[in-house]
């Protein structure tokens, strides 16, 4: 069993920066790919990045890549998204999930466990 927790949300301009953080419980946290999605309004919830266990392969969708950086400190259990140059389209509650395997990251059906999200808000 391993709970999220998603920190970091909060209210910022166009063209700011965040930086989200997702403490995962369980001593098994390294053995997790990890990935990023996020759900706007009336919106599909979508991936936005996502991170191997050993942290050696990441990937992001188009619309973030070159903008956001995922990592993640597996002596923390925590996994990071770095978001830059941020806009209002970026608006939505992110979450963090977790997934045993390590193939079709994309996919919100790898994912085996959630956090509860936390809302990011991109003002004009």
């Known amino acids: 069993q391993v709970t999220l927790v998603e920190s970091g949300g909060g209210l910022v301009q166009a063209g700011g920066s965040l930086r989200l953080s997702c403490a995962a419980s369980g001593r098994t946290f390294s053995s997790y790919a990890m990935g990023w999605f996020r759900q706007a309004p009336g919106k599909e919830r979508e991936f936005v990045a996502a991170?191997?266990?050993?942290?050696?392969?990441?990937s992001y969708a188009d619309s973030v890549n070159g903008r956001f950086t995922i990592s993640r400190d597996n002596a923390k259990n925590t996994v990071y998204l770095q978001m830059n140059r941020l806009k209002l389209k970026d608006t939505a509650v992110y979450y963090c999930?977790?997934?045993?395997?390590?193939?079709?990251?994309?996919?919100?059906?790898?994912?085996?466990?959630w956090g509860q999200g936390t809302q990011v808000t991109v003002s004009s």
């Open positions: 991170i191997r266990s050993s942290g050696d392969s990441t």
């Open positions: 999930a977790a997934a045993a395997r390590s193939y079709n990251l994309r996919f919100l059906t790898t994912y085996d466990y």
